[in-house]
């Protein structure tokens, strides 16, 4: 019965499309956590803390313990993620609390518990800011995003270390050229670097310029140049995004054609089906698409090769159907 309840609790907790109980929860969670997110930005202006503090207060103790409660119970129900973590329980939930989700969860109870112990800091105020991240855990875009930039870290830490080499390139420039002139601003290279970050980043606060001409030549051409290099981490998370969904809905239209060649298409349309699309992020209308395009490939493979030759050659692995050698057969 114990190991029942702590498997319906890892389904609940973990596995958020499993019934109604296990939505009803994490949307809770989640309005939770915007909630909390409107009361510390509510709570940092004095006229309105003075006015509703109290009630700020025992909100925050309501959060603290139901944050406190989900946190222990995930690293409970940590074992059932496989079955080698049921077998080694001690190791499977120390190796839970070092993971990303579980580090937030943590982080984002810790400073409200410093408060209510009297550790009154300013930043541990701002530290409970730390619960939004926890939304990651719910949103789909959010895991979008978080896959992207992992896949694309290499990359986009080469573009950054460029940018930063030209940052320093521009600051000794302008320091070289306009020191003399402006030494409270380009005196040195570390004065000069506010200057080059925001020029090179198209930015342009105009708090400081340079005056010469020579300083302003070098300044167009650092301005050239940032419109393409601050944009090039863009671009990559752009091209990342869109490789990632082009895997998604391929990953899923393979998942539909090889249900529909099995003729078990009907057995997943109510669950695995909408489970599969939820937790990939496809959309209805897309999904829609796909599967009417897979059941019109399916119906010309069929009308083309014949059934019988058609589930011959068929993989039962991988479901690939090899064309060529039923033409042979043919």
């Not at 896949?151 to 000794?172: D, K």
């Not at 529909?260 to 939820?278: C, M, N, P, W």
Request: proline share 3%; charged share 20%; hydrophobic share 45%.
């Amino acid at each position: 019965m114990k190991v029942s309840s702590r498997k319906w609790l890892y389904q609940v907790l973990e596995q958020y499309e499993q019934g109604v109980c296990s939505r009803v929860i994490n949307i809770s969670l989640m309005i939770l956590i915007l909630a909390n997110v409107a009361s510390i930005v509510a709570s940092s202006e004095e006229s309105i803390n003075k006015r509703f503090g109290d009630y700020f207060l025992y909100f925050e103790i309501f959060s603290l313990i139901v944050f406190t409660i989900e946190y222990l119970l995930r690293v409970w129900v940590s074992v059932e993620r496989s079955e080698k973590d049921l077998a080694q329980p001690l190791k499977s939930r120390l190796r839970h609390l070092l993971t990303p989700m579980a580090l937030i969860d943590l982080l984002a109870i810790l400073p409200s518990i410093l408060l209510l112990l009297g550790s009154d800091f300013l930043i541990l105020r701002v530290l409970r800011l730390i619960r939004i991240f926890k939304l990651t855990r719910y949103s789909r875009s959010m895991e979008l995003l978080i896959t992207v930039s992992k896949q694309e870290a290499e990359t986009i830490l080469s573009a950054i270390f460029i940018l930063i080499i030209l940052i320093i390139v521009s600051a000794t420039g302008i320091h070289i050229v306009e020191g003399d002139i402006q030494p409270d601003e380009f005196g040195s290279i570390p004065r000069a670097l506010w200057w080059a970050t925001v020029t090179l980043t198209t930015v342009g606060y105009g708090d400081v310029v340079p005056i010469t001409p020579l300083g302003r030549m070098l300044g167009i051409v650092i301005v050239i140049t940032g419109i393409g290099m601050a944009a090039l981490p863009a671009g990559i998370m752009a091209s990342g995004f869109t490789a990632e969904i082009s895997r998604r809905r391929e990953r899923f239209k393979t998942a539909i054609m090889s249900w529909i060649e099995e003729d078990t298409f009907s057995e997943h349309e109510g669950s695995d089906f909408v489970l599969l699309r939820e937790n990939l992020g496809i959309t209805r209308a897309d999904a829609a698409l796909m599967l009417r395009e897979a059941r019109a490939e399916h119906r010309r493979s069929i009308h083309r090769f014949g059934d019988h030759n058609y589930m011959q050659h068929k993989c039962p692995k991988c479901g690939f159907i090899n064309k060529e050698d039923i033409n042979k057969d043919s």
